[in-house]
């Protein structure tokens, strides 16, 4: 009976069992108050490299609006402020592509 619980969680086909097994050892360790911690080791793969670019650009301007607020003494509304430029660098990164694009179908 366990094994034809086992196979319908997997599809039925039995080709997902490890990871319904991995999930019911980290369920377990999760009601025993124990806290999983996952590492993924290595370098990224290339494919990721546009995405880690654009995640340093966002966290630059979060960085910089948050300057420019604590210099003008605008904590209260520092999320605003890097909201705000997140949006202007995104906007800035758009045009950028459009422009990109445009000139290519020339």
């Keep these: 009976v366990a094994k034809d619980v086992d196979d ?3 599809g039925g086909d039995g080709s997902n069992v490890h990871i319904t097994g991995l999930l019911d050892r980290v369920l377990g360790m999760m009601e025993a108050g124990i806290r999983p911690v996952y590492v993924f080791d290595g370098r990224p793969p290339r494919l990721k490299s546009d995405e880690l670019h654009a995640r340093r650009q966002t966290q ?7 300057f420019v607020a604590r210099e003008l003494g605008i904590d209260a509304n520092a999320r605003a402020a890097r909201a705000a430029a997140v949006a202007s660098a ?10 990109a694009a445009a000139l290519t179908s020339l």
Excluded: I, M, P, V
């Design 8 to 10: 319908a969680h997997a």
């Design 60 to 66: 630059t301007a979060y960085r910089e609006a948050s």
């Design 90 to 99: 995104a906007s800035a990164q758009l045009a950028e592509a459009e422009t």
